[in-house]
Structure formats: structure tokens, C-alpha cells
Nanobody
Framework: QEHTVASGGGSVQAGESLRLSCTAP????????MHWYRQAEGKQREWVAS???????TYLDSVEGRFSISSDKVKNTVYLQMNSLKPEDTAMYSC????????????WGQGTQVTVSS
């Protein structure tokens, strides 16, 4: 089993946008799905969004309409576009691959910090 690497975080002002990327060795976006999670300081890790291999997406209510998932099926990379960021979005973001295909299962590993200031 592999571990994912998330990148693209940073410090922004409320209302601004960030685009996170997630990759994992052996991950094939054509046959694998991806979950995005976040964990704020002192809080439990929570699920944020998911996409399947065929593009079906679901979102946490608080990010619905602001966040969107897309995938590059050539680069085998999944993206989380985050618009209209709010201070409550501040957290360490990570991703987790899933699916029955080889290389799909990839536990969350290196995350990327997102900090949103008022």
C-alpha cells in the first residue's frame, strides 16, 4: 500500500482561492477514486470531498459550491479547487486513494497546510 502526497497549500486571505494536488505512486486516476480530508489544529480529521474513477463527486455541506474536485487522467493527479475560502477552512489537507484496482488504495500521507486569514 502506498501513501499519498498532497501539495499546493498556502496562506491566503478570506475569499481567495487555492488549488491542491494529490498524487500517489501507482495511482491510476482512470480506475481509482480519491478522498480529500482535512484536520484543523486540535480537531479530528474530517472528510471534505470525494471523486470516483468515473467522475462522481460528493462534498461536505460546508464546502459545497465552493470546492470542486477534478482529475488529470494522464498525470494521474487529483485536484481540489478551493474557492471563496473562509477562515474555518484552515487545516492540514490530505488525500486518500481508494478503489479495487492495483495501486488505488493509498493512505493519507504528506498533507499540505491551508491557512485562511480574515
Amino acid at each position: 500500500q502506498e501513501h499519498t502526497v498532497a501539495s499546493g497549500g498556502g496562506s491566503v486571505q478570506a475569499g481567495e482561492s487555492l488549488r491542491l494536488s494529490c498524487t500517489a505512486p501507482g495511482f491510476n486516476a482512470n480506475i481509482c477514486g480519491m478522498h480529500w480530508y482535512r484536520q484543523a489544529e486540535g480537531k479530528q480529521r474530517e472528510w471534505v470531498a470525494s471523486t470516483t474513477d468515473f467522475g462522481y463527486t460528493t462534498y461536505l455541506d460546508s464546502v459545497e459550491g465552493r470546492f470542486s474536485i477534478s482529475s488529470d487522467k494522464v498525470k494521474n493527479t487529483v485536484y481540489l479547487q478551493m474557492n471563496s475560502l473562509k477562515p474555518e477552512d484552515t487545516a492540514m489537507y490530505s488525500c486518500q486513494g481508494f478503489g479495487g484496482g492495483p495501486g488505488c488504495a493509498a493512505d493519507w500521507g504528506q498533507g499540505t497546510q491551508v491557512t485562511v486569514s480574515s
